[in-house]
């Protein structure tokens, strides 16, 4: 052996000392996955918006007239049958991210609540469809389809609570109909599933379940149902300026008894981790715009790594701690939506 | 191109399955590499968590690894333990864990012995730190360190020897 890896045996027996680590806790290391891929679904959708911000800011106006043009072109004369033809394409097919920017597009040139409701719904039945079609092709639907359809939902359901009192029970008596339905789809599914299937499918169903719970709780109480949506909406907007109102797994602000819904938040164990630390100290636990040291974790290469970094606002979790606006709820929608965060990821050149 | 390379590829483009793969490729390592360095459960958790958070706006941001993807977690999760070293210096009070094992004695003592080395790896400095945990905790080669690191084979090793040299120091002449 080399004189660099001697190890006196004392010393080595020592560090032995550390090496066994208790089994972790499944029910944590679940959640935490499932935070995991909400966060990557909001990422991705967020990095997709982030790509109009690659022009410089004079010219970004002209650039994007342009570039709008060009694709609106190239969709009337031509990407028209593309999209058309992604209509049916499944999370397997190369077609499948025009599906989804067409959905979105949809989307956003839909302004009416109402009809927003309706496309939101459509595209969480779409959802239910191709879980149900990967199924019976003998393959696992991804975990990623769930939390699309439950953005959904939960989006539709927002919008709901919006509406007066008449439109509000009339969408939420079709809101529930529909999720009625897509459960029943589910549960039909499991009759042709593949053995691996059933987990993914018994946690939408979950799911549908638990909106569907909250889907009826405004019908039997509007009001409550429409501040628990005010209250949510209002701690998004003091607590997290310029933060994407992306939800969190089981974020409904309603109790809910499955465990997909679990309402303990990961920095409940120790918020020590999220960023907020600072915040405690100063007395502003509100906003997490407190500079915190942090180091810096991207590649610089100069010896630099470590370096404490401000950190306004830390690192997409500052948000963990706070109190949920009704019972059930996580109280943030914030958790799986990344914040700016400067130092928390180094930032380097 | 190896299944690291594949999978950070893919991650770049927020392919949900390769996220999800690397998520299950790695996230058990770093929390077992998170709890022998931390020594609880919720704060290991918290650890991983972040980590996989940065990594996904370092994704975000078009910036992130584009090699060695194992290298850049474990940099990433030892920058998280050593800001929440520096944030909330240890108690060294008794785990709840503990608590319900304190009648044995053997738990107890390891407890003791665990928090004593890891008090000490806290008088390193971080790159000491980062070499010894990767290299006797995780088993990691000197080249594997040097790569997340970002350090020459040569400075690895002369950090691996201070180190030694300084845990010896603390922990077996003061003994």
């Given amino acids: ?349 | 191109m190896t299944l690291e390379q594949d999978l950070l590829q893919s991650a770049h483009s927020f392919d949900p399955q390769a996220l999800a793969e690397i998520y299950d490729l790695y996230s058990p390592r770093l929390y077992r590499y998170a709890m022998r360095l931390l020594g609880d459960a919720c704060t290991a958790e918290d650890c991983v968590a972040e980590t996989f958070s940065r990594f996904l706006k370092a994704l975000q941001a078009h910036k992130g690894p584009r090699d060695y993807l194992q290298a850049y977690l474990f940099r990433t999760a030892h920058n998280i333990v050593a800001d929440h070293y520096r944030r909330q210096p240890p108690t060294e009070e008794l785990s709840e864990s503990l608590r319900l094992d304190e009648n044995t004695e053997e738990s107890a003592s390891q407890h003791l012995r665990q928090s004593h080395m890891r008090a000490a790896m806290r008088e390193l400095t971080e790159d000491q730190q980062q070499v010894i945990a990767l290299k006797y905790l995780e088993g990691w080669e000197n080249d594997e360190i040097a790569r997340a690191l970002r350090k020459p084979l040569g400075a690895v090793k002369s950090l691996q020897h201070r180190a030694l040299a300084r845990l010896k120091q603390l922990l077996l002449d003061e003994a």
């Avoid at chain 1, 410089?56 to 999209?83: C, D, H, R, W, Y």
């Fill in chain 1, 1 to 349: 052996m080399k004189k660099d890896d001697e190890l006196d045996p004392r010393l080595a027996s020592l560090l032995e000392d550390l090496k066994p680590v208790p089994a972790r806790d499944p029910q944590a290391a679940s959640r935490a996955r499932s935070r995991f891929l909400a966060q990557a679904v909001s990422a991705r959708s967020a990095a997709r918006q982030s790509w109009w911000n690659i022009f410089p800011q004079k010219e970004n106006f002209t650039m994007k007239l342009i570039v709008t043009s060009i694709i609106l072109i190239g969709l009337l004369f031509g990407g028209g049958a593309t999209v058309a033809a992604a209509q049916d394409a499944l999370p397997t097919d190369s077609l499948y991210q025009v599906k989804l920017a067409s959905e979105e597009a949809q989307l956003a040139f839909t302004a009416n609540p109402i009809s927003r409701i309706e496309l939101l719904m459509e595209q969480a039945q779409t959802r239910a469809e191709e879980m149900v079609t990967l199924t019976s092709q003998g393959l696992a639907p991804n975990e990623a389809l769930t939390i699309r359809a439950r953005e959904s939902i939960q989006q539709a359901l927002q919008l709901a609570a919006s509406l007066d009192e008449g439109a509000m029970t009339a969408v939420l008596s079709r809101i529930s109909t529909q999720l009625q339905a897509q459960e029943q789809l589910m549960t039909q599914a499991k009759t042709s599933a593949c053995a691996e299937c059933d987990p993914i499918l018994q946690q939408t169903r979950d799911m549908l379940r638990t909106q569907l719970h909250a889907a009826e709780g405004g019908l039997n109480d509007p009001q409550a149902f429409r501040n628990g949506y005010r209250q949510q909406n209002q701690l998004r907007l003091t607590q997290t300026p310029g933060a994407t109102n992306t939800p969190t797994p089981g974020d409904t602000p309603f109790p809910s008894s499955t465990p997909e819904t679990s309402p303990t938040p990961l920095g409940s164990c120790t918020p020590v981790l999220d960023g907020s630390g600072q915040q405690q100290r100063n007395g502003n636990p509100q906003n997490g715009t407190t500079p915190a040291p942090t180091h810096d974790d991207n590649w610089d290469g100069n010896g630099n790594q470590g370096t404490p970094q401000p950190t306004p606002g830390g690192n997409g979790n500052g948000n963990r701690e706070t109190p949920p606006p009704t019972a059930g709820n996580n109280g943030n929608g914030n958790l799986g939506t990344p914040q700016p965060t400067p130092g928390g990821q180094g930032g380097k050149p």
